[in-house]
């Protein structure tokens, strides 16, 4: 068992708030999110970098979308009733992340953790920073919202470079 530090250093078990997008699992730490608001209309930002989707104003506070689909899978999340704006704060910033649903919480512990698998890190895979092994379903995937966010710079400098 290769326990993920990231995760479970010093902790048993850690909740997770699991995200369903293109059918997929994704689980995110919790102390990460202020809160969970339903999906509401997002306002394009001109120019902006390929990865943000726009911005969306809650409760007098604008806030950028990434729509998780399009980070991911290169295809934009579902906008059905169950879709969900996940607004998060990581290394400081707020951001929402919109996702086709918003499943379940999970309390997790640190033994049913692992890493990614060596070769995905070894080729330099990033964006899981961990796996949740359940007995009865598939994995959760843990984000690492950091590097989800070194997606949106880079994608910044792409759009800045094609436009040069």
Do not use: K
């Not at 080729?123 to 690492?144: M, Q, W």
């Amino acid at each position: 068992m290769a326990e993920n530090p990231s995760i479970a250093a010093t902790e048993t078990s850690v909740d997770l708030a699991c995200f369903e997008t293109r059918g997929r699992l994704y689980g995110i730490d919790v102390l990460q999110i202020r809160e969970i608001v339903r999906c509401q209309e997002v306002t394009p930002l001109p120019r902006a970098p390929e990865l943000i989707e726009g911005v969306i104003d809650l409760r007098g506070v604008v806030i950028p979308v990434i729509d998780l689909g399009h980070a991911l899978c290169s295809e934009p999340a579902d906008q059905g009733p169950g879709s969900r704006i996940a607004v998060l704060e990581v290394d400081g910033m707020v951001l929402g992340l919109r996702v086709d649903a918003a499943v379940d919480v999970i309390s997790v512990e640190a033994r049913d953790v692992d890493d990614p698998p060596a070769l995905a890190t070894q080729a330099g895979y990033e964006t899981v920073r961990a796996v949740v092994r359940r007995a009865d379903a598939a994995p959760v995937l843990v984000l690492s919202l950091e590097h989800l966010l070194e997606s949106v710079y880079r994608s910044a400098l792409h759009s800045a470079g094609a436009e040069a």
